[in-house]
């Protein structure tokens, strides 16, 4: 039996002889030298190849779970897609390019619905900005790219700018391969592929350099382009349930009688995305209560929050977070800690028992008057974030701050209509000013609707407000 190797060995040297792939000196479009050059439109002139390709990719991903649909990054890989759809009856679909032009006409054509996992597919990978124009795209329709299948990795940084944006990619062939295929063939000698060596070290692409750009600013991409590049599992499902539920309201229940709990998560509960709780201050306490509430936060679709600010050494966090009678860990799928004693803390929660997807809200700013954090200790929490990019579900604070970081949740506290301040230093701002020039993602509302005659119908005009002011950030 001919091993996938061999097979892909055969292939490779089919492409040097149709000159899809050169070696010399050529001129790329932006006018620099590459002793290397991949042309693979060609293939569309020899179905042979292109069926035999097709039968490569099906075969690699054969072992791939739950593909819905494909899609190939347009141009060159409209075809590739197109013989592989055929050939594994995976249903395909097509990405316009030129669709905002027109205005008014699809983006995307072909039948797909929201959740369906979709194989992005590619020929030629060099910073992989192809492929994110094309999952930007899908993911504004709700549909998931997390995967993606291409032909060649030039191997100058697409990889980890795709895993930068929440994407896997699968290679057939890196260059290094292919030149190793070609050079055990002698279609190429070993000077060649040293200098193919210097010049893929010589040029990596900055993975910095795609996140810089204004257009992945955080404050102008929508919650749902959002779900992909979120690291932490919470984080993505708070984006999934901001999107499907339009809102980004987080309502903070500091009440201290249980039914009062109870009563409120029913009432608010479809306006809002996060019910967050300071568990310790309900005065008639008892872990009956838990089961109630997250029966009521499943049916409701939000997310439990408990804003227990955990601030000891690892160990002490360790039983607060995880025993005690409020057992947290075993139903607060957020927790809000802070930065003040260092990585113990993170540590601490990653690794207590508890639920599986759990995510943690770092704090860097305060909306208390007189608050002692500086602008140091606010740089400092952000640089601990990074070092927990899984466990780190976003940041509370009052500025917008990690605007590089989308994936990332900006979960402001200190919202209210009436009231401009209370009596013991809380400041308050508009759902209007949070979002549009605080940098909120998430704002929180407690007062301002517990204290309301009716919570409900503060809570959706709180809702309302705060959507209406989040969409106009995304046309500014
Ligand atoms: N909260 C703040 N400000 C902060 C932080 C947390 O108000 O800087 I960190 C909490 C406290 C309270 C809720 O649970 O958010 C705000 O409630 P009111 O909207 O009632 O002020």
């Given at each position: 039996m001919v091993s996938f190797d061999d097979k892909l060995k055969a292939f490779s040297i089919e492409l040097f002889k149709i000159n899809a792939v050169k070696f010399g000196e050529f001129k790329t479009k932006v006018g620099l030298m590459t002793p290397v050059y991949c042309d693979l439109r060609i293939i569309v002139s020899y179905p042979k190849l292109m069926e035999r390709l097709a039968d490569l990719l099906i075969e690699y991903f054969g072992t791939f779970k739950d593909i819905d649909i494909i899609c190939g990054v347009p141009y060159t890989a409209l075809p590739i897609a197109t013989a592989v759809s055929i050939k594994s009856s995976i249903p395909m679909v097509m990405r316009r390019k030129e669709a905002k032009d027109y205005g008014t006409k699809k983006l995307i054509e072909g039948v797909y619905n929201e959740g369906d996992k979709c194989l992005i597919i590619e020929d030629v990978v060099t910073s992989g900005s192809s492929i994110l124009e094309t999952v930007k795209d899908l993911t504004d329709l709700g549909i998931k790219c997390n995967e993606t299948i291409v032909l060649l990795n030039r191997e100058q940084g697409g990889a980890k700018i795709l895993e930068n944006n929440g994407i896997v990619m699968h290679a057939l062939l890196t260059l290094t391969k292919l030149m190793e295929f070609l050079r055990e063939d002698k279609c190429i000698?070993?000077?060649?592929?040293?200098?193919?060596?210097?010049?893929?070290?010589?040029t990596q692409v900055d993975p910095s350099i795609l996140l810089k750009t204004p257009s992945e600013d955080r404050l102008t991409l929508s919650f749902l382009t959002r779900t992909n590049l979120a690291k932490n599992p919470v984080a993505a499902e708070l984006f999934q349930i901001m999107a499907t539920k339009q809102t980004n309201l987080c309502v903070a229940a500091d009440l201290t009688i249980s039914t009062d709990i109870l009563n409120l998560a029913e009432q608010v509960g479809p306006y809002i995305c996060v019910f967050k709780t300071h568990i310790d201050i309900i005065e008639d306490f008892h872990p009956n209560l838990l089961k109630p509430l997250q029966e009521i936060a499943e049916r409701h679709n939000f997310i439990l929050f408990e804003d227990r600010k955990f601030a000891d050494i690892g160990k002490t966090v360790e039983l607060q977070y995880s025993k005690g009678i409020y057992q947290v860990s075993s139903w607060a799928k957020l927790v809000t800690a802070h930065s003040i004693t260092g990585k113990g803390v993170l540590d601490a929660i990653k690794e207590s028992v508890g639920l599986e997807k759990r995510g943690v809200f770092l704090l860097a700013e305060t909306s208390a008057a007189g608050s002692l954090i500086n602008e140091n200790y606010t740089e400092a929490t952000l640089?601990?974030?990074?070092?927990?990019?899984?466990?780190?579900?976003?940041i509370v604070c009052q500025s917008p701050l990690f605007l590089q970081t989308p994936g990332l949740i900006q979960l402001t506290p200190g919202v209210q209509l009436e009231a401009k301040s209370d009596n013991?230093?809380?400041?308050?701002?508009?759902?209007?000013?949070?979002?549009?020039?605080?940098?909120?993602?998430?704002?929180?509302?407690?007062?301002?609707i517990t204290k309301s005659a009716k919570p409900e119908i503060a809570a959706e005009k709180y809702k309302n407000l705060l959507w209406a002011a989040y969409s106009k950030r995304l046309q500014k």
């Open positions: 000698n070993d000077k060649t592929v040293e200098q193919v060596r210097d010049y893929i070290a010589s640089t601990l974030a990074e070092q927990y990019p899984e466990l780190i579900a976003g013991l230093g809380q400041q308050y701002n508009s759902p209007e000013s949070v979002i549009l020039e605080k940098g909120a993602d998430v704002a929180v509302v407690g007062r301002g």
